[in-house]
């Protein structure tokens, strides 16, 4: 059974690079059954997809972010990792990585399961 | 880029009493879209993909219905952990992006 658990700064300053990384258990993130996602929710507010990777490697982001967006895998960690550079207090939020299953050919779409999610706070 | 409209925002009901959520997609989506639960503080939980497939583990009191561009999320008896803020999903192919809907929040009246 998949695990995933994100982990990096709670804080981070305006201008600068949120990094995240979803450390995953229960299988291997070089698996081509699964894909994986960053979501994320600021306070109070909807669910907003950020982006997802594929075992092939392709990654596919959200049109609104997709200029400060990186989405990259460690096979070596077992881990996925997401980078949004120049971050403004707009970017305050609780972050979920995910999981779904399927390769970039499948029809899949959901995601299941997800992390507990990591509060970031963009504040100078 | 799909976008999911999700009816009423809040809804009001009592335990035991039938919830009928509301998802609109402004295209097609065939049957490729899901329902999650979310309470506060947690992650969300999927409840049903493919349109009507309840996830594992989740009770037959939640079902799903529709295709195309209206779909349904039915809670046939409140129970008082179903009050949560409930969200639908859907993926494009192209450009391949995920989008949600704006959730509709289940209170207690």
């Known amino acids: 059974q998949l695990q995933l658990q994100e982990s990096g700064p709670g804080l981070v300053k305006p201008s600068e690079t949120l990094s995240l990384t979803c450390t995953v258990s229960?299988?291997?993130?070089?698996?081509?059954?699964?894909?994986w996602g960053w979501i994320r929710q600021p306070p109070g507010k909807g669910l907003e997809w950020i982006g997802s990777?594929?075992?092939?490697?392709?990654?596919y982001y959200n049109p609104s972010l997709k200029s400060r967006v990186t989405i990259s895998v460690d096979t070596s960690k077992n881990q996925f990792s997401l980078k949004l550079s120049s971050v403004t207090a707009a970017d305050t939020a609780v972050y979920y990585c995910?999981?779904?299953?399927?390769?970039?050919?499948?029809?899949?779409?959901?995601?299941?399961?997800w992390g507990q999610g990591t509060l970031v706070t963009v504040s100078s | 880029e799909i976008v999911l409209t999700q009816s009423p925002a809040t809804l009001s009901l009592s335990p035991g009493e039938r919830a009928t959520l509301s998802c609109r997609a402004s295209?097609?989506?065939?049957?490729?879209l899901a329902w999650y639960q979310q309470k506060p503080g947690q992650a969300p939980r999927l409840l049903i993909y493919?349109?009507?497939n309840r996830a594992t583990g989740i009770p037959a009191r939640f079902s799903g219905s529709g295709s195309g561009t209206d779909f349904t999320l039915t809670i046939s008896s409140l129970e008082p952990e179903d009050f949560a803020v409930y969200y639908c999903?859907?993926?494009?192919?192209?450009?391949?992006?995920?989008?949600f809907g704006q959730g509709t929040k289940v209170e207690i009246k």
């Open positions: 995910a999981s779904g299953p399927g390769d970039d050919t499948s029809t899949e779409y959901w995601f299941d399961p």
């Open positions: 229960g299988g291997s993130i070089s698996s081509s059954s699964y894909y």
């Open positions: 990777i594929y075992y092939s490697g392709s990654t």
């Open positions: 295209q097609s989506v065939s049957s490729y």
């Open positions: 493919d349109a009507s």
């Open positions: 999903q859907q993926r494009s192919n192209w450009p391949r992006t995920w989008t």
